[in-house]
Nanobody, 124 residues
């Protein structure tokens, strides 16, 4: 089992930045693909970014490419999502996810472990 706890959300003005963290406990995160998803009110949970076991490959939704950066520090059992040039459309609850053997990076059902979510609100 892997337990995930997100932090770093908050209120920011458009154009600003936030850095989300995802701290893992229980089994080591280093054996799991990590991903970030987000869910806005009344909408489905959408893929944001994913990173492979050693951080060698990263994947992004088109809507965040060039603005968001996913990373991980396996020694600290922690993943990160650096969000720059934030827009009001980025407002959502952001969820960290992890899974062993994930192949479909953008598919939420492929991730076995989820955090509780952290709210990100971007004001115009």
């Amino acid at each position: 089992q892997v337990q995930l706890v997100e932090s770093g959300g908050g209120l920011v003005q458009a154009g600003g930045s936030l850095r989300l963290s995802c701290a893992g406990s229980g089994r080591t995160l280093s054996r799991n693909v990590m991903g970030w998803f987000r869910q806005a009110p009344g909408k489905e949970r959408d893929f944001v970014a994913a990173i492979t076991l050693n951080g060698g490959s990263t994947y992004y939704a088109d809507s965040v490419k060039g603005r968001f950066t996913i990373s991980r520090d396996n020694a600290k059992n922690t993943g990160y999502l650096q969000m720059n040039s934030l827009k009001p459309a980025d407002t959502a609850v952001y969820y960290c996810a992890a899974g062993f053997g994930v192949r479909r990076w953008a598919v939420a059902d492929d991730y076995a472990y989820w955090g509780q979510g952290t709210q990100v609100t971007v004001s115009s």
